[in-house]
């Protein structure tokens, strides 16, 4: 069974940063795809970033491109999202998810449909 831990909400102001890791366990290859997605109060699930396992390629939602960055750690199975430069409006709870491999992360865009393993979530809100 995958497992996925968020980790490393919190508080910061406006133009802070922070870095939000994910720990997965259950997979039986390392070809999986994992996805960063966001949800503020009353707005829908919207994917922030992904990332290959297998071959490294990212994808980022326009309004975060520049800012966040998604890495991962194949030795530790650990995806971050380095978040800096932070806006009120990225205020929401970030659930990693993971996909199958080729599945969730396109050149389009991301599909939330795609991921069908969810963490519980982390809480980040940016104060102006």
């Known amino acids: 069974e995958v497992q996925l831990v968020e980790s490393g909400g919190g508080l910061v102001q406006a133009g802070g940063s922070l870095r939000l890791s994910c720990a997965a366990s259950?997979?039986?290859?390392?070809?999986?795809?994992i996805g960063w997605f966001r949800q503020a109060p009353g707005e829908v699930r919207e994917g922030v970033s992904c990332?290959?396992?297998?071959?490294?390629?990212?994808l980022y939602l326009d309004s975060v491109r520049g800012r966040f960055t998604i890495s991962s750690d194949g030795a530790k199975n650990t995806v971050y999202l380095q978040m800096n430069s932070l806006k009120p409006e990225d205020t929401g709870v970030y659930y990693c998810?993971?996909?199958?491999?080729?599945?969730?992360?396109?050149?389009?865009?991301?599909?939330?449909?795609?991921?069908?393993?969810w963490g519980q979530g982390t809480q980040v809100t940016v104060s102006s």
């Open positions: 998810a993971a996909a199958d491999s080729g599945y969730g992360c396109y050149s389009q865009g991301i599909n939330k449909l795609d991921f069908d393993s």
């Open positions: 259950g997979f039986t290859s390392d070809d999986y795809t």
């Open positions: 990332i290959s396992m297998r071959d490294g390629r990212t």
